[in-house]
């Protein structure tokens, strides 16, 4: 075919023939309606064709889908979750709502709040969308369109559990606004063998942590942080000394130690400092020294080899180390410092022990 006939048949597709009647308009109706279904047909393969490829697109990038996820999730705000209780504090407000008090409305001990035109309002048990939705409706005989807003002012009457070293562990009920040191103060205090690091979890429907090294676990469900107690407590870094949300676990570790036998005024284990090192002499001292019949220069650091499950023995000279003649010797974690006897020096003591006795004795028995 060539262009002429091309031409030709493209006109007249596009007009109809005038001189067949109704019979030629009825074959030009049939023509234009297969035409629109031939294009209607490609628009949808090519349709088909674009989800596929983006569907697997998206299904060969799995790590960003999911860490999307997680971070929506950890985003969320606690007034989509939480569950209104007895001694919530509420701030209740709207574009109609003059008459609402200015002070946050407590919920009562049967679970409702006072409202201003519509009465007793049962809450206890509602998230705060909830809230807003059965206000709207109880207003809305009274208010048109009401559009209540509700924010939880204060949380109350929510358990912490505070585990670890702490004198009292246990389930701790949130009364108000609690801080990390506040709850520990509930706690009874950190103990003397406590570390220096305490971890909290807390679920992320409250809201991930609001601290620098805060993450998310494996399964995106808990916001997991670690705060320095110590730079809390001397006001290093108070703005770590965060608020506790209601089911946030508080985990307070036991701080590694160090331990000293043999010959010296103290044996026992010894806690380590925030660093996690300490030195021979810093452990001796702790110990209040050595005693008279010790053997400084054969003591030994008994050190845990883990991957052996055994002890491995490192010679220290304690004695050149008092004398400045060798560098102090670091310790680690759950290291032993043994201090040995002097067989030479035991026996001496003991002749002089012997010979004092004798001297004593003779100078009571020749008293008057």
């Known amino acids: 075919m060539n262009m002429q006939q091309k031409t030709a048949t493209l006109v007249s597709a596009q007009h109809p023939p005038t ?17 629109g279904l031939r294009f209607i047909s490609r628009l949808f393969t090519v349709g088909l064709v674009g989800a596929f490829l983006i569907g697997g697109a998206a299904a060969q990038d799995p790590v960003a889908g999911k860490s999307g996820e997680q971070t929506a999730k950890c985003d969320n705000q606690i007034r989509s979750t939480y569950l209104l209780g007895p001694d919530d504090q509420l701030e209740i407000s709207g574009p109609e709502l003059t008459d609402m008090p200015a002070k946050p409305i407590r919920i009562d001990g049967e679970g409702d709040i ?6 007793t309002v049962h809450v206890a048990g509602f998230t705060v969308q909830q809230t807003e939705q059965e206000l709207d409706k109880v207003l809305s005989k009274y208010i048109k ?32 606004h609690k801080t990390v040191l506040e709850m520990l103060a509930m706690a009874g205090g950190i103990r003397q063998d406590a ?26 469900k808990y916001s997991v942080a670690e705060v320095n107690l110590r730079k809390i407590m001397d006001a290093k870094t108070p703005e770590e000394n965060i608020q506790i949300f209601p089911h946030d676990v508080i985990s307070v570790p036991k701080a590694e130690m160090v331990y000293v036998i043999g010959e010296v005024h103290r044996s026992g284990g010894f806690v380590l400092g925030e660093h996690q090192s300490i030195s021979v002499l810093q452990v001796l001292s702790l110990a209040e020294g050595l005693n008279s019949g010790a053997d400084p220069r054969h003591a030994k650091i008994l050190r845990l080899n883990a991957s052996a499950d055994q002890r491995e023995e490192l010679k220290v000279d304690v004695k050149d180390a008092l004398n400045g003649k060798k560098p102090d010797t670091p310790m680690h974690g759950e290291d032993i410092l043994f201090i040995p006897g002097s067989t030479g020096k035991k026996a001496a003591l003991r002749g002089l022990e012997a010979a004092i006795q004798t001297g004593t004795g003779l100078a009571i028995w020749r008293m008057p």
Do not use: M
């Open 195 to 220: 570390g220096y690091s305490i971890r909290i979890t807390r679920k992320v429907e409250w809201g991930c942590i609001p601290l620098p090294g805060a993450q998310l676990d494996a399964s995106g």
């Open 145 to 176: 369109h009401p559009q209540v807003v509700v924010n939880v002012a204060e949380v109350r009457s929510q358990p912490v559990s505070v585990v670890g070293a702490v004198n009292s562990p246990g389930v701790h009920q949130v009364q108000g």
């Open 19 to 35: 001189g067949q009647g109704s019979y030629g308009l009825a074959i030009f109706g049939l023509t234009r309606l297969a035409t």
């Open 114 to 119: 006072q409202v201003p035109l519509a009465g």
